[in-house]
């Protein structure tokens, strides 16, 4: 284990959010906030500095680092990020528990959108700027904006991405790796600032444009509104979110060939229709189950292609209390949480792929118990899947789902009912945000005790970073120096 090289970046990561808390505090300035909330910024800002300083003020003699030290700096940075960014919320008095400005904080960075606050409108503007700017910093990757804004890489930092950046399997758009991730935070840019100028045209005050594409852009979910989008009441803002969050919850590798004018390549892409083809069988679905209980069909329409959209891509928002829906339409948006976005996305879940893999696993399993001596090659993108990436995933869905049981298990003991407990391990772990029943779009996470918030907000990073990378950092072998 390269300590040095972790103790370097980690305080490289501590002096980059400082400067990310930045604007909130000229923000906050600007609007002559209470002292306390400008206080808390700067003090936190300071705190970052120091201790930034202080670890990443030399750098060690050895800067190579292989997988495990990819790991390592991956989580690391997620849970400190998560720790210090909590600074601003718990010293301006703000939140009064350090658990639940952790809490807060994590779900900021991983974009799950998950609240404890009850009334958000009370926050200062400068807190709920810096509340949603985890989102946007979030969505593409912490440390893929690390590589972007990086002269020089080295090539060992491909470990980086490859355990940061979400799906089942990494792959470079271009030979370097700072210049793949360059070329990604363009791409997640100009579309977030796209996404601004088109809410601004549907009548959204151009401080609440920033903030709702800051969430739409990282799937994350984060509102200045009680209410959420339902606080606007308009199709034209619900519409264009919509197709935001969809847009945000397709590979981004897929941009970057439509702008090499590769468009053939990207509609045979069998993950893209994947994912269209299960929107629209959930949102087809759910119309049907909701039709008797819906006067007009331009809002059965609104709701549910609003409601889809957002829990397939894992982003939260929400315009309607779908608590009061069927129990059929509660199994397909669980179902939904569960699929998640597009490999290569700002969404969360398991990932098209990897369900197309475990779908297509089980009926080539069904096939050959049928005919034993029949050999049919698992097939992907028209490749075949080999052996050993089928077992990577099998194995991925198996440590999912040891770790959502323990969840559980913990959660349990501070909810009243299972559907609580289950969506709220669900709504985290895949990084969605509002669950059902006591967690659902009209509820919060306060109810529950300091220790199922602090399980959670780790649930919420192991869902981000894809589990591997926290399970390794507590590995005592990670530590060995050879």
């Known amino acids: 284990m390269n300590l040095g090289y972790v ?4 305080g490289r990561i501590l002096l980059l959010e400082a400067a990310l808390l930045c604007p909130s ?21 300071a705190v970052l500095v120091v ?7 030399k750098k060690p003699a050895r800067i190579s680092f292989y997988a495990r030290e990819g790991f390592v700096i991956v989580a690391l940075t997620w849970i400190l990020l998560s720790l210090f960014g909590a600074l601003p919320f718990y010293l301006s008095g703000a939140i009064s528990s350090p658990i639940n400005a952790f809490f807060e904080t994590a779900s900021g960075f991983t974009t799950t959108g998950a609240s404890i606050l009850t009334n958000i409108e009370a926050l200062p503007r400068s807190l709920l700027f810096w509340r949603s700017l985890t989102h946007l910093v979030g969505g593409m990757g912490i440390l893929v904006f690390v590589l972007a804004i990086m002269p020089r890489v080295e090539s060992d930092a491909v470990h980086i991405m490859k355990a940061e950046v979400p799906g089942p399997a990494f792959g470079k758009l271009l030979a370097r790796v700072s210049h793949s991730a360059r070329t990604l935070y363009i791409i997640y840019l100009a579309m977030t600032a796209v996404l601004v100028v088109l809410l601004r045209f549907g009548g959204m005050p151009i401080f609440d444009s920033f903030l709702h594409a800051f969430g739409a852009a990282g799937t994350g979910g984060f509102s200045l509104k009680n209410a959420s989008i339902g606080f606007y009441d308009s199709a034209y803002i619900e519409g264009v979110l919509s197709v935001a969050m969809i847009l945000f919850g397709i590979n981004f590798n897929l941009y970057y060939l439509l702008l090499l004018r590769q468009v053939k390549i990207v509609l045979k892409n069998e993950e893209l229709r994947w994912f269209i083809g299960i929107i629209v069988t959930a949102f087809t679905a759910i119309c049907i189950i909701l039709w008797p209980s819906y006067e007009s069909v331009g809002r059965l329409v609104r709701d549910v292609l609003f409601t889809v959209s957002s829990i397939v891509t894992t982003t939260g928002y929400s315009t309607v209390d779908f608590n009061t829906w069927p129990l059929a339409a509660h199994i397909i948006l ?10 290569g996305s700002t969404g969360g879940g398991l990932k098209i792929s990897r369900v197309i893999i475990l779908v297509k696993t089980s009926l080539m399993e069904i096939s050959q118990s049928i005919s034993p001596h029949r050999r049919v090659p698992l097939r992907l993108e028209n490749k075949v899947v080999d052996n050993q990436f089928q077992r990577s995933v099998s194995f991925y869905f198996t440590s999912y789902f040891m770790f959502f049981v323990l969840c559980l298990i913990v959660v349990s003991f501070s909810v009243p009912n299972f559907t609580s407990a289950f969506t709220a391990v669900a709504a985290t772990i895949n990084n969605i945000g509002p669950g059902l029943d006591v967690v659902g779009p009209t509820g919060n996470y ?9 399980v959670l907000s780790f649930a919420m990073i192991a869902g981000r970073l894809e589990i591997f990378p926290i399970l390794i950092l507590f590995s005592p072998k990670t530590w060995r120096r050879t």
């Open 7 to 10: 103790r370097y970046i980690m």
């Open 25 to 45: 505090l000229v923000l906050s300035l600007y609007d002559r906030e209470v002292w306390a909330t400008t206080r808390a910024i700067i003090l936190s800002i």
């Open 51 to 57: 201790l930034g300083g202080l670890l990443g003020f």
């Open 334 to 343: 669980i179902l939904l949480m569960f699929c998640g976005a597009m490999s």
């Open 446 to 454: 306060e109810s529950l005790n300091p220790l199922s918030k602090l």
